[in-house]
């Protein structure tokens, strides 16, 4: 094939040659956009990277930090307050989650604990303030994907007092997977695999109308959030309720570099949890699983909650 020419014939005519001239610099406009979007196809804006650290697991996308899952507790706190995630940051780099804020100390960014640890239908244990169980982090990985995302791996075995002695009876394995941003969003996924190491283990909520317990989120700004569950506006109330498959947190008074939302997709098993205990006031958001009755844990499988942030 002859090789294109973009050299317009020759013309006396002024007007021809204006119109030489416009038809020239379209086709070079043409020929550059064809160039640019060839080499774009499947390339991303920015990949991320986890790091093993002394104190825990960091993230970082383009060497700006996305989140931090503590592993040792920091200096001069107290030593159950591990093993959960904070700082998590907005796309526009806001720290979007608090630490041991003065109305609840106990709360810790996002964090997966329950008021009652049971074994053999005794309360051995409250994992939601530290209270006799003891969390050793026996295993910290950090993992670059090919796709542009990183995991973070951690093993835990939980210990308690059983007579006289700091017995393990949990195995937890967590897997985080923070993805690069598109359209805006970056999504993050929360695994929390749990296996009991004997049997007549249990884990439960509050014995109340709340029943919280299970993975939760102290996000700042709680008294300017706004709730929907698929699709419909949600009222905080003081018992838990049926919010939905997803449920959006927004703050439409905040400009960035606050997020616009983030919308929570809690499971079970691989199957969709829809109790929440939500608030709107300085306080966590929690996927109640599983709520005030007890639920024991297996020993030959594990039991597998989930939740995916949808970060904007």
């Known amino acids: 094939m002859a090789p294109v020419s973009l050299t317009a014939p020759p013309s006396s005519h002024p007007h021809l040659q204006r119109g030489a001239a416009s038809w020239l ?14 080499p774009t196809v499947g390339v991303r804006t920015e990949r991320v990277t986890a790091e093993v650290v002394a104190d825990g697991v960091r993230v ?20 159950w307050r591990v093993n959960y995630i904070h ?13 041991a804020p003065v109305d609840h100390l106990h709360q810790r960014g996002v964090y997966w604990a329950w008021r009652r640890v049971l074994v053999e239908g005794a309360r051995v244990a409250d994992g939601w303030v530290g209270d006799q169980l003891s969390l050793e982090v026996t295993r910290r990985a950090a993992l670059d994907r090919s796709d542009g995302s990183a995991l973070v791996e951690v093993r835990v075995l939980w210990r308690v ?37 004997r049997r007549g283990v249990a884990i439960a909520g509050t014995d109340d109308e709340k029943g919280y317990g299970g993975l939760s989120m102290r996000l700042a700004n709680g008294p300017q959030v706004q709730l929907a569950g698929d699709g419909r506006v949600l009222r905080a109330t003081p018992a838990g309720i049926e919010a939905g498959e997803s449920v959006e947190f927004s703050w439409p008074g905040l400009p960035p570099p606050w997020p616009a939302r983030v919308t929570a997709r809690c499971t079970v098993d691989g ?23 007890p639920v024991e844990l297996p020993t030959d499988r594990d039991l597998v909650l989930a939740v995916t942030l949808d970060i904007e």
Not at 88 to 97: C, D, M, Q
Not at 170 to 176: D, F, K, L, Q, Y
Request: glycine share 10%; with cysteine.
């Open 161 to 197: 007092p059983l007579g006289g002695a700091q017995v393990a009876i949990v195995e937890e394995n967590s897997r985080i997977r923070v993805f690069p941003v598109a359209g805006g969003h970056r999504r993050v996924d929360l695994e929390v695999r749990l296996r009991a190491l």
């Open 60 to 79: 970082t996308a383009g060497g700006q930090p996305v989140l931090f899952h503590r592993t040792r507790p920091d200096s001069g706190r107290e030593p």
């Open 25 to 38: 610099a379209l086709l070079a406009c043409a020929f550059a956009l064809a160039g640019c979007a060839g």
């Open 271 to 293: 199957l969709p949890w829809t109790r929440w205990v939500l608030r709107q006031e300085p306080s966590m958001q929690n996927c109640a699983y599983p709520g005030s009755s």
């Open 87 to 99: 700082p998590l940051h907005s796309v526009a780099g806001a720290v979007i989650t608090e630490d």
